[in-house]
């Protein structure tokens, strides 16, 4: 059974910094591309960060570019966010979502076939 | 960015209905959609994925139709368990974007 597990959210003042992990299991990590998505209170889903199986490839909302790092430790099966400069506005939820899809030529399309339970991250003086 | 709206944001509905929800996106995806069910406190749960492919393990109650920029999410007879809100998402470009969610109510 797939399962992503994620820690390391907690009150931060703005302007600070955070490093969230997602722990998988259940699957070949190293085979697949995982994501980060967020969620504030009352708001919709809100994808923010890519990254490709080796690591190598990675991708990031406007949102969060400069400020976020999104990695990956194949060898721990885990996946990380850094993230400094926090404002309040990155209050949410934040998930790991593992990747299912299939790439046709230079065109890869990925959906998110199996997400974590949640993190909270508030961002406040 | 292409953005996702859905329609209507709140339905209310009995047991046994059948309901559709509307995604629109601001510009082609061709069948590059999915839907995600979402229940309070919980994460949310891939339904469809490519507009019409049924998730395994999800009931056949749901379908999904459409292309281009139309897309529709069927449940053909609600049960209990499908209250809940769901959420489109495009997955044709990055930044992969979601619908702003549609609340199904009793």
């Known amino acids: 059974e797939v399962q992503l597990v994620e820690s390391g959210g907690d009150l931060v003042q703005p302007g600070g910094s955070l490093r969230l992990s997602c722990a998988a299991s259940?699957?070949?990590?190293?085979?697949?591309?995982i994501n980060w998505m967020r969620q504030a209170p009352g708001m919709r889903l809100e994808w923010i960060a890519y990254?490709?199986?080796?690591?190598?490839?990675?991708y990031y909302a406007d949102s969060v570019k400069g400020r976020f790092t999104i990695s990956r430790d194949n060898a721990k099966n885990s996946l990380y966010l850094q993230m400094n400069s926090l404002r309040d506005e990155d209050t949410a939820v934040y998930y790991c979502?593992?990747?299912?899809?299939?790439?046709?030529?230079?065109?890869?399309?990925?959906?998110?076939?199996?997400w974590g339970q949640g993190t909270l991250v508030t961002v406040s003086s | 960015d292409i953005q996702m709206t859905q329609s209507p944001s709140t339905l209310s509905a009995s047991v046994g209905d059948r309901v559709t929800i509307t995604c629109r996106a601001s510009q082609s995806i061709s069948t590059w959609l999915a839907w995600y069910q979402q229940k309070p406190g919980a994460a949310p749960k891939l339904l469809i994925y490519?507009?019409?492919n049924l998730e395994s393990g999800v009931p056949s109650r749901f379908s999904g139709s459409g292309s281009g920029t139309e897309f529709t999410l069927t449940i053909s007879s609600l049960q209990p368990e499908d209250f809940a809100t769901f959420y489109c998402?495009?997955?044709?470009?990055?930044?992969?974007?979601f619908g702003q969610g549609t609340k199904l109510e009793i």
């Open positions: 259940g699957f070949t990590f190293s085979m697949y591309s």
């Open positions: 979502a593992k990747d299912r899809g299939h790439c046709n030529g230079g065109n890869c399309y990925r959906y998110h076939d199996s």
């Open positions: 490519q507009t019409s």
């Open positions: 998402q495009q997955y044709d470009n990055y930044p992969y974007t």
């Open positions: 990254i490709g199986h080796t690591g190598e490839t990675k």
